[in-house]
């Protein structure tokens, strides 16, 4: 079975690298009865099956006041559905080896479900997912559990340094828009929240019509189609219009804050609004990050600031593209006494790459990196899955992974350039350090607040 399935892969790599004509990912797709997408791929030789269900739900749809709710909201469906306990929920499962899986972000909230395709396990695995998702009860004595074990988590990762850098961070960059909420709530409005908030939460966003079903392995088309029916039939309707995320405002000039605390390490964050997930440029932004500060020790950033100077151990920078334009960030770990000189070196390594954009050596270097990596990508049933979930949720290509090689090896140096002056200003940062003070006193001027 495992060479079978190894030559399966291999086969799929092959053809991407060789920009054959046929599909990487024979991707069929359609809607339910009730206007559900669904995205399917057939594949047998694993007998297994992964399905999921995504709504726009994320984080980025909570309001100041329900900071949380749709986190908790995410949470709190397994944890009692369909007249079982999450005691019976979880035995159910064990039972035929299905494993459950949330998925929360900013964007996206769903859930999802790996089991075997045999006939009993697949309708057992489906069955508990159907109530889960349609069927959610959330029991108060739970919610009130549950609330007491995530305030006592928010309070003590409040602690944190990188916590506390993070936070910062997304408040400064999105001051006003939902983005800058943290994920997982805030203790005042977390500890508010009602089991009528939840279903208020998940009757308005887990609606039929807007969600994306995601099912790849072991079965037919005709079964696909019926799980699809099954699980999105008896979801909520959707009441008004369809939930939409503000637009992101970007930064009119820099500003910077310093946050003392006793880590022996400053924690050093330098960033600002990015892309959507949508961008025409994502894959030149994608490549020239690549060379910046997303591929590791082969990386500008790293080469500058930990091996040229030794300042941190690692220093990385990364574009979140989402719904609306996330984030673009560098980040590194410091001595405090060093935070000043290594902020230095990376705003002046950001800036230099921006001005003048990549060597062609580095961009070479770069496109044979990434392209060589593409097998790792899509090497196993779960991550194909999770492709097939993020090309539906977003509205990517059918073709997304068919073309990824061919769009990586056609990005210029001179689209690099392009893409980064047009949207990475460094007279624009945000820039968060969190550390000792003392050891900050040498900090450039241009950096404090």
């Not at 057939?42 to 994320?58: I, K, Q, R, T, Y």
């Not at 998925?103 to 996206?108: N, P």
């Not at 009993?120 to 009130?144: C, H, K, S, W, Y």
């Not at 060093?338 to 961009?363: H, I, M, W, Y």
Request: proline share 5%; net charge neutral.
């Amino acid at each position: 079975m495992a060479s079978k399935r190894a030559a399966w892969l291999v086969g799929l790599v092959l053809m991407a690298l060789a920009q054959a004509a046929s599909a990487l990912l024979p991707i069929q797709t359609w809607e339910t009865q009730r206007g559900a997408r669904v995205l399917f791929v057939e594949n047998h030789d694993l007998p297994m099956l992964d399905v999921s269900v995504d709504f726009p739900a994320g984080s980025g749809f909570d309001t100041r006041e329900k900071n949380g709710a749709a986190s908790m909201t995410n949470n709190m469906l397994r944890l009692g559905a369909g007249g079982m306990d999450e005691n019976a929920i979880a035995l159910r499962l064990a039972d035929v080896g299905a494993q459950y899986g949330g998925r929360m972000d900013t964007d996206r909230a769903g859930v999802g479900m790996r089991m075997l395709s045999s006939r009993r396990e697949r309708d057992a695995g489906l069955d508990v997912l159907m109530r889960i998702l349609t069927q959610p009860e959330f029991p108060a004595p739970v919610l009130e559990r549950e609330k007491a074990r995530l305030i006592a988590a928010l309070k003590e990762a409040d602690t944190k340094p990188e916590t506390i850098a993070s936070r910062a961070f997304q408040r400064l960059v999105y001051p006003t828009h939902p983005y800058g909420l943290r994920s997982s709530g805030e203790v005042e409005t977390v500890s508010k929240l009602t089991r009528d908030d939840l279903t208020a939460f998940y009757k308005r966003y887990y609606t039929a019509d807007r969600a994306i079903v995601a099912i790849m392995g072991d079965v037919s088309r005709d079964d696909a189609a019926a799980i699809a029916e099954s699980l999105t039939a008896p979801l909520p309707s959707s009441e008004g219009a369809a939930p939409a995320l503000p637009p992101v405002t970007e930064a009119a000039k820099a500003e910077s804050r310093w946050i003392t605390h006793p880590a022996t390490q400053s924690h050093i964050m330098i960033g600002a609004t990015g892309i959507r997930r949508d961008d025409p440029d994502y894959f030149a932004l994608f490549v020239g990050n690549h060379i910046l500060g997303g591929g590791g020790f082969t990386s500008r950033m790293t080469d500058e600031v930990r091996q040229k100077r030794g300042l941190a151990y690692s220093a990385y920078s990364y574009f979140a593209p989402m719904l609306r334009e996330g984030p673009f960030v560098i980040g590194m770990q410091t001595k405090g006494e060093q935070a000043s000189e290594a902020l230095a070196v990376a705003r002046k390594t950001l800036a230099d790459f921006v001005a003048n954009g990549p060597t062609a050596k580095e961009l070479a270097a770069a496109k044979k990196n990434i392209i060589g990596g593409f097998p790792m990508r899509i090497d196993s049933n779960r991550k194909i899955h999770e492709y097939l979930a993020v090309i539906g949720f977003y509205r990517l290509p059918l073709t997304y992974l068919d073309d990824f090689v061919k769009r990586v090896e056609a990005v210029t140096a001179e689209q690099i350039k392009a893409a980064f002056q047009k949207r990475v200003h460094p007279d624009r940062m945000i820039t968060v350090v969190v550390g000792q003070p003392e050891r900050q006193a040498a900090l450039p001027a241009a950096a404090t607040q």
